[in-house]
């Protein structure tokens, strides 16, 4: 079974602060897919990114990194210099290829204050 | 414009009332799901499509029905809704599986369902 775990409820940080949201993964597959989405007060998910398990290389868009690390079996996502429009809740999901589902964690309440 | 496609966006019903929530969707995807978000327990899957005619159980499919009669449609229904099912639903569609797209091939969302039973 595949299972998802997002540790941290809420998080409140300060405009410009860096943020980082903890995820990590548990599954036997050795072929999986990390994502993430955000999903702002509005209430639509929004696709951030995906990473295959066969890719270790570490992305970055803009003010957004993630940090993929198969030994610890986390897949974490920092924001840096935060600003008030990143407040949302964002969900780590897991999909296996022998599966057809995303597995989301329970996602993490973001709040950028200013 | 590649987009999944809700409606309602609200619903307010009572129990036992039947109701049917539809989804379609734009990029020939074969692939449909249902979720639903409830606070604290993030998305669960409820049932899923892998092609027209071809469902199968998620997680929670207790108290719901799905067909796919058409490949861009994989509408929701609720034969007797019940309290219990008051939640945000979220119809999802991609590729055949995410091992097959592209690099950054995701889940396309509708924009979700607020359902409340009465």
């Known amino acids: 079974a595949q299972k998802v775990t997002q540790a941290q409820t809420e998080i409140s940080v300060v405009e410009k602060e860096d943020v980082t949201l903890d995820c990590v993964y548990e599954?036997?597959?050795?072929?999986?897919?990390l994502f993430w989405y955000k999903q702002p007060p509005s209430g639509e998910l929004v696709f951030l990114i995906r990473?295959?398990?066969?890719?270790?290389q570490n992305e970055i868009s803009g003010r957004y990194s993630w940090n993929f690390q198969k030994s610890t079996s986390s897949f974490n996502f920092t924001i840096t210099a935060s600003q008030v429009v990143d407040s949302a809740v964002y969900f780590c999901?897991?999909?296996?290829?022998?599966?057809?589902?995303?597995?989301f964690g329970k996602g993490t309440s973001l709040l950028v204050t200013p | 414009e590649a987009q999944v496609t809700q409606n309602p966006r609200y619903l307010i019903t009572v129990t036992g009332k039947k109701l049917t929530v539809t989804c379609s969707q734009n990029?020939?995807?074969?692939?449909m799901s249902w979720y639903r978000q409830d606070p604290g327990l993030g998305l669960r899957q409820i049932y899923y499509?892998?092609?027209?005619?071809?469902?199968d159980k998620g997680d929670v499919p207790e108290g719901y029905k799905v067909s796919r009669k058409e490949k861009r449609n994989f509408p929701l229904i609720l034969e007797s809704p019940s309290p219990n099912q008051t939640s945000l639903y979220f119809c999802?569609?991609?590729?055949?599986?995410f091992g097959r797209g592209l690099r950054n091939t995701e889940a396309f969302f509708g924009q979700g369902t607020r359902l409340t039973v009465v």
């Open positions: 990473r295959n398990s066969f890719d270790e």
């Open positions: 599954t036997r597959d050795t072929t999986y897919y």
């Open positions: 999901a897991l999909s296996v290829n022998s599966g057809y589902a995303l597995n």
């Open positions: 499509s892998m092609n027209v005619e071809v469902t």
């Open positions: 990029m020939n995807h074969e692939y």
């Open positions: 999802a569609s991609s590729l055949r599986d």
